[in-house]
């Protein structure tokens, strides 16, 4: 025969109260219900431990999560920093990580550079062979002028003696 009976236990965490049934046994020993509730003491301890030890490991788990995103978010960073340097970053992918920058990385305006200092040393050079031709055109005239001139003096000279 036995009669169960309600009483109220509290945990030391703030949830809500467990309901135990101790029971009032006839016919047991002390002894068996001594260890009964004393092996559900050692039980209700054991999961509070383990909750513990869960929330423990779940905050530590957050913690560590939140540092690699900060690590990624960081490596990323430099990541398109250097695509941009480079000039292999676009404008919105700069944008999307908040990089501010002008214009291109520096590797496209190099490109620009040298394209552009190629173009004028081709001008250059076209002038150059150009005022060369121009100056040996110049130095034939200067000596047709300056031959033209020595025959109008031997003419002139002639029509003197004449």
Known sequence: CTRPTKEKATT???REPLTRYTMVFTGFTSNFVNRLAESHSRLDEYVETNKKKADSLVAEVKKAQSDEQCNIDSLL????????????????????????????????????????????EQEVSMMQSKNTLEQAQLDEVLAEEAEVRKRADAVRARKEEI
């Open 12 to 14: 030391t965490t703030s």
């Open 77 to 120: 960073r430099q990541l398109k920093s250097l695509q941009h340097e480079r000039g292999l970053a676009t404008v919105a992918d700069i944008g999307a990580v908040g990089i501010i920058g002008g214009g291109g990385g520096v590797a496209e305006q190099r490109k620009k550079l040298e394209k552009k200092q190629a173009n004028l």
